[in-house]
């Protein structure tokens, strides 16, 4: 009966994407073990977003979570879910809510997301309360019409906490962005990669034999800078013209560059 | 002993209906007066105490915490905080003073429910017995304390009808209802008192917190008994009464020391001759101290 029990502990302790843990709580395998499902977190939130899973649920039985689009984490500075659990199953070392990792906000959609469309939005990037920084706008050529820029939510794993804010505020009818669990959301390098410039930076000097400068075949007065500008033409004063007033000179050049 | 239709008609004609019901009356005050004090909050905006039976918290001072929940916690490698422990060391107290399965009787509300079939169960004349070993209980509660350590996760809070139920009750049932109709159709048709008395880990727990309790129940009139068998009807452990209630020749005292007994005090309802009372566990002391069968220190009891 015990491992008849197990089994479907297992099963019924497999977190929906959707369901978002309180902030601080430990990683989920920890927290079935250390909540003791008495909903004090529930109690203490002052926004009322957070739900105990009930039997039939998906979570699990007892246990706090919330449903980022219809209630996101409003981040209190002082965290009284936290201080109320008294498990640690809510980490109580966490005490700047701006460490919180509930989850990680995607942006699942680029096919229905309006920013991608070329159209102004930023609304996640507005509401976000680590604003600039957990979301970003990265500008881009809009190809379609040829003269504008595309402004795109870009979200950032160091600095997102997961609270679901842009969730509920994305003004789609299904949300574009959304915040799920972070093993769901978050990829992970092999451990054996190395990047290349990361180690040559580390090691203040390249690791292979350096690359031979590329040299651009470009007409006079016109540069490209690889990893910066891109191609730079400089101003009409500073550029050398290729047929000054005075003929001579341009005769004269001619013989001197040979 | 044969099961009456009727337990208590004696007691009522002898005591009046409200001396006869005075102490399940007390109960269910106390059961229902734990969940309305937990919905206060929810329902009223009242916030005298927060959370459930699992841990809670009182007026923002006052930490409660589930022995058993808790030890199933720390058997998974959580260290608690401050609050729990101090809200167990209070919890673990008082019920070593009053009696560990007094949780089973005076606040848990699966209680009502096993009682509700129980008495049904004596209204209709079901008879079926199919009862499991009384130890049980004991197995039961040994798996909710090793699965936490093999899976590392509270296996058995997934489905603890008791923490489920109160919960339920206070936060959203969900599908619990079922594990509720499930024990009481269990106990109603199945086993007499089964849930509570064979199989409940949480009342086994308890039992054991407080095997050494203070307060128990004495026979200390035992010699006017005249084997009605109403109290041995009621009783949800009847096994406890006997050895006090019938020791005399054997020179066991007439208190109560079974770990079972869940003190809910029906058997002193019951009772038309008042054989029973409230007292304490040293009331043996002083019987077999001053040698003599009568126990006078049990009239100075609760």
Redesign the interface.
């Known amino acids: 009966?015990?491992m008849g029990?197990?089994f479907?502990?297992?099963q019924?302790?497999s977190l929906p994407a959707m369901a978002i843990r309180p902030p601080g709580a430990l990683p989920e395998?920890?927290f079935?073990?250390?909540?003791?499902?008495?909903?004090?977190c529930?109690?203490?939130c002052p926004y009322d977003m957070l739900?105990?899973?009930?039997?039939?649920?998906q979570v699990?039985?007892?246990t706090p979570y919330f449903y980022a689009r219809t209630d996101p984490c409003e981040m209190c500075e002082d965290i009284p879910c936290v201080v109320?659990?008294?498990?640690?199953?809510l980490d109580?070392g966490l005490t700047n809510i701006n460490d919180a990792r509930m989850g990680l906000a995607v942006l699942v959609d680029q096919e229905t997301c309006i920013a991608f469309q070329g159209l102004r939005c930023e609304v996640c990037f507005n509401i976000c309360p680590i604003r600039g920084k957990a979301i970003s706008l990265e500008y881009e050529h809009n190809v379609r019409s040829g003269k504008h820029a595309r402004f795109l939510p870009v979200v950032h794993s160091d600095a997102c906490t997961g609270c679901g804010l842009c969730e509920k505020a994305c003004i789609l009818e299904e949300a574009a962005i959304k915040v799920f669990p972070t093993h769901l959301a978050k990829g992970e390098l092999g451990r054996h990669y190395r990047l290349g410039w990361k180690e040559k930076e580390k090691a203040g000097k390249s690791l292979v034999t350096p690359d031979v400068e590329h040299k651009y075949n470009l007409p006079e007065g016109v540069r490209y800078d690889l990893q910066g500008k891109g191609l730079i033409v400089e101003p009409e004063g500073q550029q050398t013209k290729p047929f000054p007033s005075n003929p001579l000179d341009r005769l004269n050049r001619g013989l001197e560059d040979q | 002993m044969a099961d009456k239709l009727v337990a208590g008609t004696d007691a009522i004609a002898a005591k009046g209906w409200f001396k006869a019901h005075q102490w399940l009356i007390l109960r269910r005050a106390s059961q229902l007066s734990i969940l309305v004090l937990f919905l206060l909050?929810p329902l009223a905006g009242l916030?005298i105490v927060?959370?459930?039976l699992?841990?809670?918290?009182t007026l923002d001072v006052l930490?409660l915490?589930?022995p058993h929940?808790?030890l199933?916690?720390v058997l998974?490698?959580?260290?608690?905080?401050l609050?729990?422990i101090v809200?167990v060391v209070i919890v673990i107290a008082f019920y070593l003073l009053v009696g560990g399965r007094v949780y089973c009787s005076w606040v848990c509300p699966v209680n009502i429910v096993t009682d509700a079939a129980a008495w049904l169960r004596r209204k209709l004349g079901i008879k079926t017995t199919s009862q499991m070993a009384k130890s049980t209980r004991y197995w039961m509660l040994g798996?909710t304390l090793?699965?936490?350590i093999?899976?590392?996760?509270?296996?058995?809070?997934?489905?603890n009808p008791v923490?489920?139920l109160f919960?339920?009750i206070?936060?959203?049932?969900?599908?619990?209802w079922?594990?509720i109709v499930g024990i009481f159709l269990f106990d109603l048709f199945i086993a007499k008192n089964g849930w509570c008395g064979r199989l409940c880990p949480v009342g086994a727990f308890y039992s054991l917190l407080g095997a050494g309790s203070a307060i128990r129940i004495v026979a200390a009139e035992r010699e006017s008994c005249n084997d009605c068998m109403d109290c041995f009807v009621v009783c949800p452990e009847k096994q406890v009464i006997k050895p006090a209630l019938k020791g005399a020749d054997k020179g066991i005292g007439p208190v109560i020391l079974s770990a079972n007994c869940t003190n809910c005090g029906r058997c002193i309802d019951v009772c038309a001759k008042d054989v029973f009372q409230f007292g304490t566990r040293f009331n043996n002391l002083m019987v077999n101290a001053s040698g003599k069968q009568r126990d006078d220190g049990a009239q100075h009891s609760v």
């Open positions: 009966m015990g029990l197990g479907y502990a297992k019924a302790e395998e920890e079935l073990g250390a909540c003791i499902r008495c909903g004090l529930v109690r203490d739900s105990l899973g009930q039997l039939g649920d699990a039985t007892g109320a659990c008294p498990t640690n199953a109580h | 909050g916030w927060k959370g459930n699992a841990a809670s918290m930490p915490t589930d929940v808790l199933q916690s998974s490698g959580v260290v608690p905080e609050s729990a809200g798996l090793v699965l936490p093999v899976t590392g996760s509270l296996v058995w809070e997934l489905f923490s489920m919960r339920g206070v936060f959203g049932m969900g599908m619990a079922i594990l």
